[in-house]
């Protein structure tokens, strides 16, 4: 499988958003949190960029949309887990 990382630049880019506000969103549970790709630098699976963006579109509430990110997380995680063994 392929993954695609996307920088902060990119991720306000497509969010339309600043960076105070994805990191607010992020704080409210309504944004995934970067992951480490180095010492000093952090990006997004564009993946979960995008399905955040649609459930936007879509007009999914916050409280949908937080338990979208929960369910991003988690699959991020069983993700890595498989990638280790």
Do not use: C
């Amino acid at each position: 499988m392929t993954y695609h990382l996307l920088r902060l630049p990119e991720v306000m880019r497509l969010t339309g958003v600043s960076r105070s506000t994805l990191y607010l969103q992020r704080l409210a549970g309504l944004f995934t949190p970067p992951i480490n790709i180095g010492p000093r630098a952090t990006a997004w699976p564009a993946n979960e960029v995008e399905a955040i963006i649609q459930a936007r579109i879509a007009g999914r509430s916050d409280e949908e949309i937080k338990a979208l990110v929960t369910r991003l997380i988690v699959a991020r995680a069983s993700t890595s887990d498989r990638g280790a063994a």
